[in-house]
């Protein structure tokens, strides 16, 4: 019975990230990284169509990745499947910013990178809450 709770949560936090973050995400990189079929990411987020169960669960395991790294290890891993330029766009800073800190590894100003690291914490914060919320022990 908990396990089919367990299960809808999990459903319902990769649906509703996925419908929050779709603008700062590489859809196709996500499903090749994943190794999920092609567009069945792109189907639900634009015609609402249903992700199979296993395709949930897959998802889910790479997006509880993402929270595995520290700040600069993230971005350098995950570049592929994040649209940095629209990232660019919502922390306001000037366009090739993030590529060169990612690409050259180039320092970021403080303010810059104070608006970087929030967004990130937004980006992942539905998925440090789900996380959280597994790992409470029965009363």
């Known amino acids: 019975m908990s396990e089919k709770r367990k299960k809808l949560g999990k459903r319902k936090i990769v649906e509703n990230w996925l419908l929050m973050n779709k603008d700062f995400l590489h859809i196709k990189a996500i499903e ?16 609402g169509k249903t ?9 889910h395991k790479w997006m509880l990745k993402l929270c ?23 922390i306001n800073v000037k366009n ?7 690409k050259y590894n180039r320092s970021l100003k403080k303010e810059v990178s104070q608006s970087l690291f929030d967004w ?5 914060n539905p998925i440090y809450e ?4 597994n790992n409470k022990s029965p009363k």
């Open 96 to 102: 090739g910013t993030l590529q060169k800190f990612i």
């Open 130 to 133: 789900w996380k959280s919320y």
């Open 32 to 47: 090749r990284e994943v190794k999920i079929p092609e567009n069945t990411i792109q189907k639900y987020t634009k015609k």
């Open 68 to 90: 595995d790294l520290s700040d600069k290890e993230w971005f350098v891993k995950h570049q592929k499947c994040l649209n940095i330029t629209r990232i660019e766009a919502e």
């Open 51 to 59: 992700i199979s169960t296993r395709r949930i669960t897959s998802i």
């Open 120 to 124: 990130q914490d937004d980006f992942l």
